[in-house]
């Protein structure tokens, strides 16, 4: 079945720093999607991207869908103590099922 | 307007206990979905209806778990007899199918301990 390899596992850093995770995947994907699950709470969808090479923002978050299908990539600038959580990338190809990564987690210093 | 809803938010109970977990999905959705998180194993997929039918299972960890979704609005995760390795948070979800976007609308979970 898919696979996907989320990295890193783990942040550990202060606030005004940019954050980058990644995703990759052994199967080709048609969408990638970015997640964010606030303690206690549920993943909440933050960016979809449906088309390779497709660079898409949301204030302060900025992903891209790679060329080759396989990868993904989530950029934080300048963080804030409330942008720590847990950041899952999903992956969706010919099912309709979704495939999640493991998660980034993130720790801000203020 | 309402999200999905899940209940109970938190459970504690003794392994050999029966635990049911519900949710409801929001409205106009068909698509339903059951994951477990635990730090081993991150999110796992465990079941997915479609129009109220169950279309994959293959996550469903063995016999002691059961799902079934009466109605559009309602749906049941079951765990008899339950054990101390079923302790995580479980989280039902839920999407329209036919966007075919894969975004999926997540309660805030049910926090199962099993003593």
């Known amino acids: 079945g898919q696979q996907l390899n989320q990295s890193p596992q783990s942040m550990f850093i202060q606030e005004g720093e940019d954050v980058s995770m990644n995703c990759t995947s052994s199967?080709?994907?048609?969408?990638w999607l970015w997640y964010k699950q606030d303690p206690g709470e549920g993943p909440v969808l933050l960016i979809a991207?449906?088309?390779?090479?497709e660079l898409t923002s949301n204030g302060r978050l900025t992903a891209q869908f790679g060329i080759t299908r396989k990868d993904s990539f989530l950029n934080i600038s300048a963080s804030i103590p409330s942008d720590v959580g847990i950041y899952f990338c999903?992956?969706?190809?010919?099912?309709?099922?979704?495939?999640f990564g493991r998660g980034t987690s993130l720790i801000v210093h203020p | 307007d309402a999200g999905v809803i899940q209940s109970p938010r938190h459970e504690v109970t003794e392994m050999g206990q029966e635990v049911t977990l519900r949710c409801k999905p929001i409205?106009?959705?068909?698509?339903l979905f059951w994951y477990r998180q635990t730090m081993m194993r991150g999110l796992e997929l465990l079941i997915y209806?479609?129009?109220?039918?169950?279309?994959?299972d293959s996550g469903m960890p063995e016999d002691r778990f059961s799902a079934k979704m009466p109605n559009a609005s309602f749906s049941t995760l079951k765990i008899q007899p339950s054990e101390p390795r079923d302790s995580a948070v479980y989280f039902c979800?839920?999407?329209?199918?036919?966007?075919?976007?894969?975004?999926?609308?997540f309660g805030e979970g049910s926090r199962l301990t099993v003593l």
């Open positions: 979800a839920s999407s329209l199918a036919g966007l075919n976007t894969g975004e999926l609308f």
């Open positions: 409205s106009g959705h068909n698509s």
């Open positions: 209806f479609n129009n109220n039918v169950p279309i994959d």
């Open positions: 199967s080709i994907f048609n969408t």
């Open positions: 991207l449906y088309k390779a090479g």
């Open positions: 999903a992956g969706q190809g010919g099912s309709y099922i979704p495939t």
